[in-house]
């Protein structure tokens, strides 16, 4: 045998498995960037990567370095170079920019075909109105650890120029997400008098996740506490944390009490109006998600006891009969899910098709309503709802049904109308960072 074969043959024996993975590979990230724009997910909810082909090397170590890996497939290399092959769930750690060798990514707000809100800020977080500040998700930076450390940075500035105590609080904290609980735990190291105002409950966006979902975060240091070293765990385990350093700690939290005004006062204080009152306050920190208040049906019935407006634990419906209203991914994964645990589900939807969901998704409904565990009624909208019934109209047909729970997945109601009404200035931005 010719030399030249004994050392040809393996090489073209390791470029042929190399080419034939590589193949692979691209042929997996093009079906899964074909899923996301049939399904109509191509615009990311908040900060994501923007890659420059002519710059990209296509080695790869954008994607190694997405923490999203591999529970969610964010990006790809397709033919040789890095892309974004499932938009929506990128939810902006930047590890790929940091990680790309070439600095062929930039980190930017929305795109050419969609613009992002995002308020102006200073770099001490204040807005354009001198005593208010956003801190986290709501200024563009939703990642647990960036709104831990950004609620600290605000509260801190705040506490540098603090005027002198009048009556009231030094400081009103809107929102106990991460943003919120890091903002407060500051606030009690400083000694300020503040009150952080929850619509809800602790945890913010963390709340609301499914039970069991990973919750990825990086180690971040804090007052009172130290150095949090969380880097992957559960949403249970990271909620029970917080509500121990609620308690031990004994932060100043009111929950269930929504913010509905801001008004300036004389001397640059505040009025902070909610539902159940008025805070005086010499400033303001902004901590609310981007997500905004869900989106209610303005139906009879609807301020009943088993309407919700997110899924927090399938098995809690087992065996109940459950409808679920929304056409998006989290309704088809609430109904999915609570079928796969036993409940008995209907699926109401007001468009023809869910033409903004995942294939996966799609899937698993279909495969729950083969089975009968779950019916699915498009063109229909919720008329009433009752105590132990709810009406359906599908297409002018009233139809009442047995009913134990609803859950309602109908989008929320964005802050930008807010921010504007209360003076802040906001930017559009289209895929600029």
Not at 92 to 107: N, Q, S, V
């Amino acid at each position: 045998m010719s030399p030249y074969l004994v050392y040809a043959l393996p090489l073209l024996a390791i470029w042929a498995i190399y080419w034939l993975r590589r193949s692979r590979r691209d042929s997996m990230n093009s079906a899964t960037l074909a899923e996301a724009r049939e399904a109509g997910l191509i615009e990311p909810a908040s900060l994501h990567p923007r890659i420059d082909p002519a710059r990209c090397l296509g080695c790869g170590a954008c994607v190694t370095a997405c923490p999203e890996q591999p529970a969610h497939q964010v990006l790809g290399l397709i033919d040789g170079k890095a892309h974004l092959v499932s938009p929506t769930d990128c939810i902006g750690h930047g590890a790929c920019k940091t990680a790309c060798p070439t600095d062929a990514i930039a980190l930017v707000f929305g795109s050419e075909t969609r613009g992002v809100t995002i308020p102006q800020l200073s770099t001490e977080f204040e807005t354009s109105v001198p005593g208010i500040f956003i801190a986290g998700e709501l200024g563009g930076m939703g990642l647990i650890r960036n709104a831990l450390t950004q609620g600290r940075q605000a509260v801190e500035a705040i506490h540098a120029r603090r005027r002198a105590a009048g009556a009231g609080y030094d400081l009103v904290i809107v929102g106990a997400g991460p943003a919120g609980f890091g903002a407060a735990i500051t606030a009690k190291s400083l000694g300020l008098r503040y009150v952080v105002l929850e619509q809800e409950s602790l945890g913010g966006a963390v709340f609301q996740y499914p039970r069991g979902k990973l919750v990825m975060t990086s180690p971040v240091e804090l007052p009172l506490i130290g150095r949090l070293r969380f880097t992957n765990t559960s949403k249970e385990s990271l909620l029970k944390f917080w509500q121990e350093t609620e308690r031990r700690l004994e932060l100043q939290c009111r929950y269930q009490e929504r913010v509905i005004g801001i008004d300036a006062v004389s001397g640059g204080a505040f009025r902070v109006r909610t539902q159940k009152g008025e805070h005086p306050a010499g400033a303001v920190l902004l901590a609310i998600g981007r997500r905004g208040t869900p989106r209610k049906l303005g139906v009879p019935g609807e301020d009943l006891p088993k309407v919700v407006y997110r899924l927090i634990d399938p098995e809690q419906y087992r065996g109940q009969r459950v409808l679920v209203v929304g056409g998006g991914d989290s309704a088809l994964e609430a109904a999915a899910s609570i079928a796969e645990a036993g409940g008995s589900v209907c699926l109401s939807y007001r468009g023809e098709a869910f033409g903004r969901a995942k294939a996966r998704n799609r899937e698993r409904v279909d495969r729950a309503a083969r089975d009968g565990s779950l019916e699915v009624s498009m063109s229909s909208q919720v008329r009433r709802i009752e105590a132990a019934s709810v009406t359906l109209d599908q297409r002018g047909a009233l139809r009442r049904m047995a009913n134990d729970a609803v859950i309602v997945n109908a989008g929320g109601e964005l802050p930008d109308e807010f921010l504007r009404h209360i003076g802040v200035a906001v930017d559009t931005k289209y895929g600029t960072a």
